[in-house]
Protein backbone atom coordinates (compact mmCIF):
# COMPACT_ATOMS: atom_id res chain seq x y z
CA UNK A 1 0.00 0.00 0.00
CA UNK A 2 1.30 3.57 -0.82
CA UNK A 3 0.69 6.27 1.85
CA UNK A 4 1.80 9.77 0.98
CA UNK A 5 5.17 9.84 2.53
CA UNK A 6 8.22 9.64 0.34
CA UNK A 7 9.77 6.34 0.54
CA UNK A 8 13.02 6.33 1.68
CA UNK A 9 13.96 3.34 3.88
CA UNK A 10 13.68 -0.89 3.16
CA UNK A 11 10.26 -0.57 5.13
CA UNK A 12 9.23 1.47 3.52
CA UNK A 13 9.29 0.23 0.34
CA UNK A 14 8.46 -3.26 1.98
CA UNK A 15 4.96 -1.88 3.20
CA UNK A 16 4.30 -0.64 -0.25
CA UNK A 17 5.03 -3.72 -1.78
CA UNK A 18 7.89 -2.68 -3.59
CA UNK A 19 10.99 -4.38 -2.99
CA UNK A 20 12.77 -6.33 0.02
CA UNK A 21 13.75 -4.17 2.97
CA UNK A 22 17.44 -5.59 3.26
CA UNK A 23 17.95 -5.47 -0.48
CA UNK A 24 16.83 -1.35 -0.21
CA UNK A 25 19.04 -1.09 2.75
CA UNK A 26 22.08 -2.38 1.65
CA UNK A 27 21.57 -0.08 -1.55
CA UNK A 28 20.99 2.88 0.08
CA UNK A 29 23.91 2.39 2.59
CA UNK A 30 26.18 3.32 -0.53
CA UNK A 31 23.97 5.90 -2.74
CA UNK A 32 20.69 8.30 -2.03
CA UNK A 33 17.13 6.48 -2.00
CA UNK A 34 13.93 8.33 -1.99
CA UNK A 35 10.95 7.88 -4.60
CA UNK A 36 7.76 10.30 -4.10
CA UNK A 37 4.29 8.86 -3.53
CA UNK A 38 3.48 10.02 -6.97
CA UNK A 39 5.98 8.19 -8.43
CA UNK A 40 5.44 5.06 -6.54
CA UNK A 41 1.57 5.12 -6.86
CA UNK A 42 2.76 5.23 -10.43
CA UNK A 43 4.17 1.73 -9.99
CA UNK A 44 2.38 -1.45 -11.04
CA UNK A 45 3.63 -3.76 -8.04
CA UNK A 46 2.64 -6.82 -10.02
CA UNK A 47 4.56 -6.22 -13.00
CA UNK A 48 8.50 -7.35 -12.30
CA UNK A 49 9.34 -5.27 -15.86
CA UNK A 50 7.68 -2.01 -14.56
CA UNK A 51 9.47 0.97 -16.11
CA UNK A 52 8.58 3.44 -13.25
CA UNK A 53 10.13 0.93 -10.89
CA UNK A 54 12.70 -0.16 -12.48
CA UNK A 55 13.67 3.72 -12.62
CA UNK A 56 13.31 4.54 -9.25
CA UNK A 57 13.40 1.11 -6.85
CA UNK A 58 16.66 0.12 -5.62
CA UNK A 59 18.26 -3.11 -7.27
CA UNK A 60 21.67 -5.03 -6.17
CA UNK A 61 22.83 -4.70 -9.63
CA UNK A 62 23.88 -1.09 -8.48
CA UNK A 63 26.48 -2.55 -5.95
CA UNK A 64 28.62 -3.68 -8.67
CA UNK A 65 31.17 -1.71 -10.68
CA UNK A 66 31.55 -2.40 -14.01
CA UNK A 67 35.26 -1.82 -15.77
CA UNK A 68 34.62 1.25 -17.51
CA UNK A 69 32.44 2.95 -14.81
CA UNK A 70 33.56 5.73 -12.95
CA UNK A 71 32.75 7.86 -9.98
CA UNK A 72 33.35 11.09 -11.91
CA UNK A 73 31.51 10.02 -15.28
CA UNK A 74 31.42 13.56 -17.00
CA UNK A 75 34.56 15.07 -15.03
CA UNK A 76 32.36 17.71 -13.06
CA UNK A 77 35.17 17.92 -10.86
CA UNK A 78 38.22 18.90 -13.01
CA UNK A 79 36.40 21.46 -14.55
CA UNK A 80 35.19 22.99 -10.90
CA UNK A 81 37.41 26.32 -10.38
CA UNK A 82 34.82 27.01 -6.85
CA UNK A 83 32.31 24.93 -4.96
CA UNK A 84 29.23 25.07 -6.93
CA UNK A 85 30.14 25.47 -10.34
CA UNK A 86 31.02 23.59 -13.43
CA UNK A 87 32.86 25.64 -16.00
CA UNK A 88 33.28 23.87 -19.30
CA UNK A 89 32.26 25.86 -22.22
CA UNK A 90 33.45 29.15 -22.12
CA UNK A 91 30.08 30.48 -22.75
CA UNK A 92 28.05 29.04 -20.01
CA UNK A 93 28.90 26.92 -16.66
CA UNK A 94 26.33 24.94 -14.50
CA UNK A 95 25.53 26.53 -11.11
CA UNK A 96 24.85 23.49 -8.37
CA UNK A 97 23.21 25.24 -5.42
CA UNK A 98 21.87 22.16 -4.07
CA UNK A 99 22.68 18.75 -4.04
CA UNK A 100 19.39 16.77 -3.12
CA UNK A 101 15.94 15.67 -5.36
CA UNK A 102 12.72 14.79 -4.51
CA UNK A 103 13.48 11.03 -6.34
CA UNK A 104 16.73 8.76 -6.45
CA UNK A 105 16.70 7.60 -10.00
CA UNK A 106 18.92 4.68 -10.06
CA UNK A 107 20.94 5.72 -12.98
CA UNK A 108 21.42 9.15 -11.38
CA UNK A 109 25.07 10.21 -13.82
CA UNK A 110 26.25 12.30 -9.99
CA UNK A 111 24.76 8.83 -7.98
CA UNK A 112 28.15 9.81 -5.69
CA UNK A 113 27.09 12.86 -4.93
CA UNK A 114 23.63 13.69 -4.76
CA UNK A 115 21.89 13.61 -1.08
CA UNK A 116 21.27 15.22 1.94
CA UNK A 117 20.29 18.74 2.56
CA UNK A 118 23.26 19.65 4.04
CA UNK A 119 25.41 19.70 1.06
CA UNK A 120 23.59 22.82 -0.16
CA UNK A 121 26.07 25.58 -0.67
CA UNK A 122 26.10 27.66 2.42
CA UNK A 123 25.25 31.70 2.06
CA UNK A 124 29.07 32.24 1.61
CA UNK A 125 29.39 29.47 -0.86
CA UNK A 126 27.02 30.91 -2.81
CA UNK A 127 28.24 34.21 -2.82
CA UNK A 128 31.35 33.07 -4.18
CA UNK A 129 29.88 31.36 -7.26
CA UNK A 130 28.00 34.38 -7.69
CA UNK A 131 31.24 36.42 -7.59
CA UNK A 132 32.84 33.62 -10.07
CA UNK A 133 29.95 34.53 -12.17
CA UNK A 134 30.33 38.24 -12.38
CA UNK A 135 33.96 38.18 -12.74
CA UNK A 136 33.26 35.90 -16.14
CA UNK A 137 32.12 38.26 -18.90
CA UNK A 138 32.00 35.59 -21.26
CA UNK A 139 28.99 33.77 -19.64
CA UNK A 140 25.99 34.14 -21.41
CA UNK A 141 24.29 31.32 -20.14
CA UNK A 142 23.80 29.77 -16.58
CA UNK A 143 22.72 26.54 -15.91
CA UNK A 144 21.25 25.66 -12.32
CA UNK A 145 21.10 21.86 -11.81
CA UNK A 146 22.10 19.74 -9.07
CA UNK A 147 20.44 17.76 -7.07
CA UNK A 148 16.92 19.52 -8.44
CA UNK A 149 16.96 23.45 -8.23
CA UNK A 150 13.20 23.55 -7.40
CA UNK A 151 13.40 21.96 -4.31
CA UNK A 152 15.24 25.57 -3.17
CA UNK A 153 12.18 27.20 -1.40
CA UNK A 154 10.43 30.11 -3.49
CA UNK A 155 12.02 32.92 -1.25
CA UNK A 156 15.63 31.17 -1.65
CA UNK A 157 15.09 30.65 -5.88
CA UNK A 158 13.73 33.89 -6.19
CA UNK A 159 17.05 35.52 -4.38
CA UNK A 160 19.37 33.40 -6.54
CA UNK A 161 17.54 34.22 -9.66
CA UNK A 162 17.43 37.93 -9.22
CA UNK A 163 21.04 37.92 -8.21
CA UNK A 164 21.63 36.24 -11.37
CA UNK A 165 19.47 38.64 -13.00
CA UNK A 166 21.42 41.24 -11.76
CA UNK A 167 24.50 40.49 -13.57
CA UNK A 168 24.54 42.00 -16.93
CA UNK A 169 26.04 39.29 -19.14
CA UNK A 170 24.09 36.84 -18.24
CA UNK A 171 20.95 36.43 -20.67
CA UNK A 172 19.75 33.09 -20.13
CA UNK A 173 18.76 31.06 -17.31
CA UNK A 174 17.93 28.04 -17.56
CA UNK A 175 17.35 25.07 -14.89
CA UNK A 176 17.07 21.52 -15.23
CA UNK A 177 14.36 19.62 -12.88
CA UNK A 178 12.68 16.42 -12.20
CA UNK A 179 9.93 17.96 -9.99
CA UNK A 180 7.34 18.58 -12.90
CA UNK A 181 6.73 15.26 -12.91
CA UNK A 182 7.99 13.89 -9.90
CA UNK A 183 6.51 16.07 -7.28
CA UNK A 184 4.54 18.59 -9.24
CA UNK A 185 2.43 19.81 -6.52
CA UNK A 186 5.68 21.75 -5.60
CA UNK A 187 4.95 24.03 -9.04
CA UNK A 188 2.96 26.33 -6.51
CA UNK A 189 2.51 29.87 -7.58
CA UNK A 190 4.78 31.07 -5.58
CA UNK A 191 7.47 28.59 -6.93
CA UNK A 192 6.26 30.25 -10.55
CA UNK A 193 6.59 33.70 -9.17
CA UNK A 194 10.20 33.36 -7.88
CA UNK A 195 11.16 32.46 -11.47
CA UNK A 196 9.67 35.29 -13.06
CA UNK A 197 12.55 38.11 -13.37
CA UNK A 198 12.94 41.16 -15.27
CA UNK A 199 15.95 40.97 -17.60
CA UNK A 200 17.00 37.39 -18.33
CA UNK A 201 15.28 34.90 -20.36
CA UNK A 202 14.48 31.77 -18.15
CA UNK A 203 14.04 27.99 -19.91
CA UNK A 204 13.20 24.76 -17.54
CA UNK A 205 14.34 21.22 -18.77
CA UNK A 206 12.11 19.03 -17.38
CA UNK A 207 13.90 15.13 -17.13
CA UNK A 208 11.35 12.48 -18.19
CA UNK A 209 11.66 9.46 -19.34
CA UNK A 210 8.41 7.32 -19.81
CA UNK A 211 5.28 8.53 -20.80
CA UNK A 212 3.50 7.47 -17.55
CA UNK A 213 5.26 9.84 -15.57
CA UNK A 214 3.49 12.56 -17.62
CA UNK A 215 0.59 11.85 -15.17
CA UNK A 216 -2.51 14.42 -14.62
CA UNK A 217 -0.65 16.41 -11.64
CA UNK A 218 2.42 16.99 -14.24
CA UNK A 219 0.47 17.82 -17.09
CA UNK A 220 -1.06 20.56 -14.79
CA UNK A 221 2.44 21.79 -13.53
CA UNK A 222 3.16 21.86 -16.95
CA UNK A 223 0.56 23.75 -18.30
CA UNK A 224 1.20 26.03 -15.32
CA UNK A 225 4.88 26.81 -16.19
CA UNK A 226 4.10 27.18 -20.19
CA UNK A 227 0.96 29.72 -19.10
CA UNK A 228 3.57 31.13 -17.50
CA UNK A 229 5.73 31.91 -20.12
CA UNK A 230 8.67 29.76 -19.47
CA UNK A 231 10.01 27.49 -22.82
CA UNK A 232 9.87 24.25 -21.42
CA UNK A 233 12.73 21.41 -23.03
CA UNK A 234 12.53 17.55 -22.06
CA UNK A 235 16.04 15.78 -21.24
CA UNK A 236 15.37 11.60 -21.60
CA UNK A 237 18.22 8.96 -20.78
CA UNK A 238 18.22 6.15 -22.85
CA UNK A 239 17.05 2.89 -20.67
CA UNK A 240 17.25 -0.78 -21.02
CA UNK A 241 13.81 -1.79 -19.80
CA UNK A 242 12.60 1.64 -19.79
CA UNK A 243 12.53 3.39 -23.01
CA UNK A 244 14.21 1.02 -25.05
CA UNK A 245 11.34 0.70 -27.78
CA UNK A 246 10.91 2.66 -30.37
CA UNK A 247 6.99 2.72 -29.63
CA UNK A 248 7.76 3.51 -26.02
CA UNK A 249 9.75 6.37 -26.81
CA UNK A 250 7.22 7.71 -29.74
CA UNK A 251 4.44 7.35 -26.48
CA UNK A 252 6.78 9.63 -24.56
CA UNK A 253 7.60 12.48 -27.09
CA UNK A 254 3.78 12.91 -28.07
CA UNK A 255 3.18 13.26 -24.60
CA UNK A 256 6.09 15.75 -23.82
CA UNK A 257 5.33 17.51 -27.12
CA UNK A 258 1.26 17.68 -25.92
CA UNK A 259 2.47 19.23 -23.01
CA UNK A 260 4.35 22.20 -24.65
CA UNK A 261 7.69 20.32 -23.79
CA UNK A 262 10.32 20.17 -26.81
CA UNK A 263 12.16 16.79 -26.04
CA UNK A 264 15.64 18.43 -26.40
CA UNK A 265 18.46 15.74 -25.68
CA UNK A 266 18.28 11.78 -25.63
CA UNK A 267 21.24 10.79 -23.25
CA UNK A 268 23.38 7.58 -23.70
CA UNK A 269 23.54 6.66 -20.53
CA UNK A 270 26.21 7.73 -18.65
CA UNK A 271 28.95 5.89 -17.51
CA UNK A 272 28.14 6.33 -13.98
CA UNK A 273 28.68 3.27 -11.07
CA UNK A 274 26.60 0.47 -10.75
CA UNK A 275 24.13 1.38 -14.24
CA UNK A 276 25.42 -0.98 -16.58
CA UNK A 277 21.92 -2.91 -16.20
CA UNK A 278 20.38 0.29 -17.77
CA UNK A 279 23.19 0.60 -20.40
CA UNK A 280 21.49 0.20 -24.04
CA UNK A 281 24.51 0.17 -27.40
CA UNK A 282 25.33 3.20 -28.78
CA UNK A 283 24.13 0.94 -32.31
CA UNK A 284 21.09 0.46 -30.33
CA UNK A 285 20.39 3.78 -29.83
CA UNK A 286 20.74 4.49 -33.51
CA UNK A 287 18.77 2.06 -34.77
CA UNK A 288 15.85 3.47 -32.31
CA UNK A 289 16.46 7.45 -33.56
CA UNK A 290 16.49 6.44 -37.40
CA UNK A 291 12.84 4.45 -36.96
CA UNK A 292 11.88 7.60 -34.72
CA UNK A 293 12.36 9.64 -37.86
CA UNK A 294 9.67 7.86 -39.70
CA UNK A 295 7.17 7.25 -36.77
CA UNK A 296 7.08 11.09 -35.16
CA UNK A 297 7.53 15.09 -36.83
CA UNK A 298 10.36 17.01 -36.29
CA UNK A 299 8.98 18.65 -32.79
CA UNK A 300 9.12 15.45 -31.25
CA UNK A 301 12.68 14.68 -32.39
CA UNK A 302 15.49 14.82 -29.51
CA UNK A 303 19.09 14.85 -30.05
CA UNK A 304 20.87 11.68 -29.40
CA UNK A 305 23.64 12.86 -27.36
CA UNK A 306 26.93 11.47 -25.32
CA UNK A 307 28.63 13.55 -22.76
CA UNK A 308 32.26 12.50 -23.55
CA UNK A 309 33.63 10.80 -20.26
CA UNK A 310 36.27 12.87 -18.98
CA UNK A 311 34.47 16.31 -19.12
CA UNK A 312 35.22 16.68 -22.49
CA UNK A 313 31.61 18.08 -23.54
CA UNK A 314 28.70 17.08 -25.65
CA UNK A 315 28.70 15.82 -28.92
CA UNK A 316 25.94 14.32 -31.19
CA UNK A 317 25.91 11.02 -31.79
CA UNK A 318 22.63 9.99 -34.05
CA UNK A 319 22.79 8.16 -36.78
CA UNK A 320 24.24 9.72 -40.03
CA UNK A 321 22.11 9.81 -42.88
CA UNK A 322 24.10 11.42 -46.01
CA UNK A 323 27.40 9.43 -46.97
CA UNK A 324 29.43 9.82 -49.78
CA UNK A 325 26.68 10.97 -51.52
CA UNK A 326 24.16 8.43 -50.98
CA UNK A 327 21.27 9.70 -48.56
CA UNK A 328 19.48 7.18 -46.30
CA UNK A 329 15.05 8.25 -46.52
CA UNK A 330 13.26 7.35 -43.21
CA UNK A 331 12.02 4.48 -44.99
CA UNK A 332 15.87 3.10 -45.37
CA UNK A 333 15.66 3.71 -49.64
CA UNK A 334 19.07 5.35 -51.00
CA UNK A 335 18.92 7.91 -52.75
CA UNK A 336 21.92 9.79 -55.03
CA UNK A 337 22.44 13.07 -53.88
CA UNK A 338 25.76 15.11 -54.29
CA UNK A 339 24.82 18.35 -55.73
CA UNK A 340 28.23 19.76 -55.15
CA UNK A 341 29.84 17.26 -57.33
CA UNK A 342 31.12 19.03 -60.48
S1 LIG B 1 16.80 13.91 -10.52
FE1 LIG B 1 18.73 14.18 -11.67
S2 LIG B 1 20.31 14.65 -10.14
FE2 LIG B 1 18.52 13.80 -9.05
S3 LIG B 1 18.89 11.59 -8.90
FE3 LIG B 1 17.71 11.89 -10.78
S4 LIG B 1 19.27 12.10 -12.41
FE4 LIG B 1 20.32 12.44 -10.42
Redesign the pocket.
Same mark, same amino acid.
Given at each position: MINNRTLRRGEDFAAAGLAETEIVDRVAERYAVAVTPLLAGLIDAENEDDPIARQFVPDLRELETAPAERADPIGDHAFSPVKGIVHRYPDRLLLTPLLH?P???RF?? !? !?ER?GGAEKALDEAELTAALDYIRAHEEVWEVVIT???PLMLSPPRLAAMMRALDAIPHVRIIRLHS !?IPVADPDRITADLIDALQIDRATVWLAV?CNHEREVSAPASAALRALSRAGIPLLGQTVLLRGVNDKAETLEALFRALVANRVKPYYLHQLDLAAGTDHFRVPVEEGRALMRELRGRVSGVCQPTYILDIPGGHGKVPIGPAYLEEGIVMDWQGGAHDYAPDRR
Amino acid at each position: MINNRTLRRGEDFAAAGLAETEIVDRVAERYAVAVTPLLAGLIDAENEDDPIARQFVPDLRELETAPAERADPIGDHAFSPVKGIVHRYPDRLLLTPLLHCPVYCRFCF !R !RERVGGAEKALDEAELTAALDYIRAHEEVWEVVITGGDPLMLSPPRLAAMMRALDAIPHVRIIRLHS !RIPVADPDRITADLIDALQIDRATVWLAVHCNHEREVSAPASAALRALSRAGIPLLGQTVLLRGVNDKAETLEALFRALVANRVKPYYLHQLDLAAGTDHFRVPVEEGRALMRELRGRVSGVCQPTYILDIPGGHGKVPIGPAYLEEGIVMDWQGGAHDYAPDRR
